[in-house]
């Protein structure tokens, strides 16, 4: 068990992923640099603010301290951000008044001590219990039933709760009539959208928990909840955001390895490390099948050479099994091509099982080697058939193919990075950008979300998607613009943005999956990405 | 609708004229970009295939004779020299499963729009000769058919397109093309390879004059009243 000082913990290492255990009474609630993760945006995985919404909010409305992270988690909830009063949404008054932009107003001053913690916004529920107390003199009790009642929504009931209500805010004689209906009319509209504080509060404490976990221990942060991913929705996203992620934050997650022989994500040499069943199409029980082989014969597979390693252990994995290995980098620690590995893999598929096995049995020192000692030594002493003159011409294609590969073995950065897409959701050891020429650009996605700063921005990107959208208001309104999402190795701009006076001439350049460099400058409210000119990369193998 | 499916020029050269019978002695292909229709020639497929039963006397017969000659011919070198490289090929089925390997390298992701992921097959004269031997490799080898099945260029059709209404070039055959268009090959001709980069240069060209040719303006509302 490992402690620190902060009043974290933690125990039992569970398949090299440590459990984060916080001591709850003892953990700070006003640590600086997590507080200033969270209002700067960076909430992926953070409980309640792991989604793009989420982590714009948290960004826009900067919470440093447990009230407002309570009031964050209040009004990024549907009902919120729905309620549209006077052309814009609570959520957004809410920002705009906390920043200074909006006035802080009040409906009457009596309201002032109940709504000042949330800037004139009735974001609770019990803010409505308090202006009932306040102003009616309910006690706290009738003032839930009264909230209840409204949130009924019955006529009857309503009406006969508007009244009393009424009566009992002339008795008490801090509003007059007109002011107590407004009141009422309010509360009766927060009822859509305002949210339990004390449920606020605990979502918010979980939330600066995973927060908190997230800013000191990111290593086992990222790797509890890679290995978690494949429980979500969509995990391939889920894996792509919390790479990226992770790499913002100088975290490489590194490809699957097997002499690690990791199941799962696991923590080696002070990263996240893929498992050998993240791999796409090698499930639990293929890879135990390998495991055992290897844990049976004792194999070292770090002193293994590829065409051995191929003899030793082909026959023992399914074919998609070894593909993905060799696809999703498993095998590089042989240092042989990936190209090379799949080639000489499907030579070998193609012989006999009793030739595999033969293989395995001997200690050849090169594949060729086996080849030409099946053709030598084994077919000359078995029987011989209406097939053995089929399978001799085979071992000697093998032979020859080994010898004259009729195409170029080299890994290519682009198939490369298309292998990892398909077998690990993400690009890890290279893009496709590098077979490009980017001398022309001076910034990388990374750099741009850690802030770079120049009249002229130039960033080397692949386009991953383009959303068209109609401009709804302003000059422009009823012309077309678009959002992109870019990506490059080192990490995704999810916010690049396209006027609607530069995407008519940019559209037919901005196509998903091209690869480009989008010049601009930063939008300096948003943060975002605003191109301004794209144009085609030449390829620079 | 933008392309981004890669070209596959290929072409094999085989032991006889029938494409339902002949043993292919030889495939090269060469990928080109579909974006900017760059030809990479790094990238190109090569191997020579040893023909089934080429040990044999029963192999030789007349037919198969004239072939070897020809090619021999064509080469510059002897009779015997061929039927060496032949023999010192890779043997079908390798060779074949090589290829598929091969093309796989070039399938694009699957997407709305896009539901055939495959290279394009283009060559010269390719529907009536190389893609039924292809076919029938696949078939031999069980491997299915590793390249689009859909779309399909064969440069053939495609100059005829263009020229069959003009007095020259005089035929449409490959050679006499080499001479008319004064393509400079690089390597020997009917060599598989030498013949991809040249079909592939003819392909691209035209190609590039297609598109120049083309434009949504020309055609939309073209038909329109």
Redesign the interface.
Known sequence: MIEFDCGCKFTKKENGCPLFEPYLDKIRLTCSHTWDMIASGNTKGVFQLDSNLGQSLSKKSGPHKMDELSDLMAILRPGCMDSIVDGKSLTQHYIDRKHGRDEVTYLHPALEPILKTTYGIMVYQEEALGIARDIAGYNLQEAELLRKAIGKKKVELMAKVKTEFLEKTKEYNIVNKEEGEEIFSWIEKSQRYSFNKSHSMSYAHNGYLTAFAKAHFPIAFFTSWLKHATGKQKPAEEVEELVNNARLMDIDVMPPSLPYLNRSFKIVDGCPRYGMTNIKGVGRSAFDQVLNKIKKEKYDLAKFTWDQFLMKLGRHMRKDCFEGFILAGALDYLKVPRNKMIYDFALYRDFRKHDREYLEEKNFNSFKDGITSILKDKIPNERRTAWTNKFIDLFNGALVALDKPPYSLVDLPSWKAKQERDYLSVELTCTEIDEYDTTQANCTCREFIQGFASPSIAIAIKVNSVREWTVKRGKNKGSKMAFLKVSDGTCSLDNATVFSNSWDKLKKVLITDSILLLRGTRDEDQGSFLVKNAQKLTSAI | M?N?RWYLCFDFETDGKKPEECNPVE?AAVPI?P??L?IKK??????II?P?GIDTEEYFDPERIKTIEWHASHAGCTYEEIVEKWK????????W???C??CK?YMV?KKPGQWFPQPIPVGYNIIGYDLLIARRLAKAHKTGFPMGEVNKIDIYDMLFSWMENLYEPFDLKMDTLRQWLGLTSEGQAHSALADVFEEAEIFVRFMKFQRKQSSVEKFKGAFSR
């Open positions: 933008i981004t495939l970009n974006e900017t760059e790094s990238h190109a497929f090569n191997t040893r089934p010192d090929g890779m043997d079908q089925k390798t060779a499963k090589n290829f390997a091969y390298k992701d």
